[in-house]
């Protein structure tokens, strides 16, 4: 019973997905569908048209298998070495600079989140 539940969170989940593509296709946006489709899973769970419960065991699935996807696109760097030749320094670079930014940010989203949170509790 368990695993058809994560399969429904999953359809869930591939709904918002594939309808963010589709009007990404039919509206020709600059804008991934798969992003479009994330804000749409964003909007329907922060206005409470849809439960976390009917997405949140398939999105840990799929969560814990996320590292799996990034191989293929490791081992992929190797074919365009010649690319990145020279630019190590640059690269290593953009790298922390970028890894800082999405760090701070995380960290006051989450205080401002939390600081709500507790100021709706009281």
Not at 15 to 24: A, E, H, P, R, S
Not at 46 to 64: M, Y
Not at 75 to 80: C, F, K, L, P, V
């Amino acid at each position: 019973m368990k695993i058809v539940h994560i399969l429904l969170n999953i359809v869930v989940i591939y709904i918002f997905y594939w309808t963010g593509v589709k009007l990404q296709q039919i509206l020709n946006l600059f804008i991934p569908g798969s992003v479009i489709g994330m804000i749409f899973c964003f909007l329907f769970l922060h206005f409470n048209i849809i439960k976390p419960s009917w997405v949140e065991a398939g999105a840990r699935l799929l969560i814990s298998y996320m590292p799996l996807l990034f191989i293929p696109v490791t081992a992929g760097i190797i074919n365009y070495l010649g690319f990145f030749a020279g630019k190590g320094m640059v690269l290593i670079a953009i790298i922390v600079i970028s890894t800082v930014l999405v760090m701070i940010s995380s960290g006051h989203i989450v205080q401002y989140i939390m600081h709500r949170k507790e100021t709706n509790n009281d």
